[in-house]
């Protein structure tokens, strides 16, 4: 190898050199010769290493090993030197790009990045480290000669002993008896002992796909306004619902009054019973035909009767019956002094909207009737999570809520927690979800804190614990 033959060479030519070295001729050729050396080899190494531990490669000053050799003081010297790849440092003595493992390896060998390789009498434990093997030592176990004997909870692993874990802890570690950490940061342990990815808050009507990434199920889709809630998904109906609500995907639920007419989206108003001569124009109210007025001394309305030549003392008598000559209005009803028609009645004034029908309102843009209150309330778009839209097309956050400082829109209010939960993370108001690898500690009686969860004395929420 390049370097190899770098550190064989520097030796012979470096004595060569002191041997003949002259007062007029301080040490300047060699550090010539020495760097175009130099520069060869490192070039060779950086062509057999290039992309793999090799990324590039810069110039720099000659270290001070090459300076000072058998009594010779070279000058300094510029030479090329390799850019090592990510998970690779370079030797500042051979120049070579060697492994770099983070946390070290005691008891073993860095033999690529962050991987160790044990010496002879030491073996890897689940957690990565180089621990004794029998007879000098067995985790979790004790040593009868050259055999290792596991501890209650624990079971053989190759030449020493590892934890049980109830379920198969796919995804992480078992780091204690039936307690499975999460390899990966963003990750909780389910009921059947996996590692699955944790999205805070939630998901609605979607799958938590990735650490805090909700990916809709079937049906369902992202709702479309800006500034909508990621981890919320909504039915997908194909079109819009016309007096309804998308309930499921491709399913409208009329509001109350109504029913789905002809097509598939849309709601019509319901009159039962059946208009006769007359259109069902709002729930329960039936307009009639021109030259037709309501008959039925009950004013139910449902029926109404022509009228010879197209009119009648009455004139137009929509919502109401002739009665002597006179139109007399039906329930739900009042005559409009100015215009002498019988116009719908609302209890309460509708607001930001008109009386349409009786105890119905049409409301303004902006605005949704709310068939319950009878009224029509401000309609926030995108809509507000965990939270209700007020005045100004806001959010006003719903108590043990307060409002996501990241989120622009300001339509999103997260769980508070108090106190701050420690090591864990606010999943609903006033309840701490323990972090992966921490449990809460049963014997404290603090909910809000979470310790690291050895598995002996703690029940753990994210990390979960079986067999209990």
């Known amino acids: 190898m390049a370097g190899a033959g770098l550190l064989l060479v520097l030796p012979v030519l470096l004595g060569a050199a002191a041997a003949g070295e002259t007062s007029t001729a301080p040490g300047g050729w060699v550090a010539a010769v020495l760097g175009r050396l130099v520069d060869g080899l490192v070039r060779r190494y950086e062509a057999e290493e290039r992309g793999r531990r090799v990324c590039g490669s810069e110039t720099i000053s000659s270290p001070d090993h090459l300076l000072f050799r058998n009594g010779l003081d070279i000058p300094q010297f510029d030479i090329e030197a390799p850019v090592c790849c990510a998970g690779y440092e370079r030797n500042a003595t051979t120049l070579r790009c060697q492994p770099r493992c983070s946390q070290g390896c005691p008891n073993g060998r860095c033999v690529a990045p962050d991987s160790c390789r044990c010496l002879p009498q030491f073996a890897r434990s689940l957690a990565g480290h180089c621990v004794p093997t029998c007879p000098a030592g067995c985790l979790h176990g004790r040593c009868y000669g050259e055999e290792c004997v596991c501890d209650p909870g624990h079971r053989p692993h190759g030449r020493i002993c590892a934890p049980r874990c109830q379920g198969s802890c796919r995804g992480g570690n078992c780091t204690a008896p039936n307690v499975c950490t999460c390899r990966r940061a963003g990750y909780v342990v389910n009921a059947e002992g996996d590692c699955e990815p944790f999205c805070q808050g939630g998901c609605v009507n979607a799958r938590c796909s990735a650490p805090n990434l909700c990916t809709c199920l079937e049906g369902y889709k992202k709702h479309p306004g800006q500034g909508a809630s990621p981890n919320t998904c909504v039915p997908d109906c194909f079109d819009k619902c016309v007096n309804g609500y998308c309930a499921g995907p491709g399913r409208c639920v009329c509001h109350p009054g109504y029913a789905l007419g002809q097509q598939r989206f849309v709601c019509v108003p ?19 035909q021109p030259g037709h007025y309501k008959v039925g001394g009950d004013g139910g309305g449902h029926v109404c009767a022509g009228v010879a030549g197209g009119g009648g003392a009455c004139g137009d ?8 000559g006179r139109c007399v209005c039906y329930d739900g009803y009042d005559r409009n002094h100015t215009s002498n028609r019988c116009v719908p009645r609302c209890p309460a004034p509708c607001g930001h909207g008109n009386c349409s029908a009786p105890n119905l309102c049409s409301c303004d843009p902006g605005y949704a009737f709310d068939f319950y209150k009878k009224e029509c309330k401000l309609k926030c778009s995108p809509p507000c999570v965990n939270g209700a839209c007020v005045d ?15 989120d622009w829109t300001g339509r999103r209010c997260l769980p508070l927690c108090d106190p701050f939960c420690v090591n864990a993370v606010c999943s609903s108001p006033n309840q701490c979800t323990c972090k992966a690898g921490f449990a809460k500690d049963r014997h404290s009686g603090l909910d809000y804190v979470c310790v690291p969860d050895t598995g002996l004395s703690h029940s753990a929420m994210t990390t979960r614990s079986y067999g209990r």
């Open 317 to 324: 008598c929509a919502n109401g019956r002739c009665s002597g």
């Open 392 to 406: 100004g097309n806001s959010c006003s956050c719903h108590p043990g809520f307060a409002r996501d400082a990241t």
């Open 270 to 288: 319901d009159c039962r019973p059946r208009c006769v001569n007359a259109t069902c124009t709002a729930p329960g109210v039936c307009t009639c």
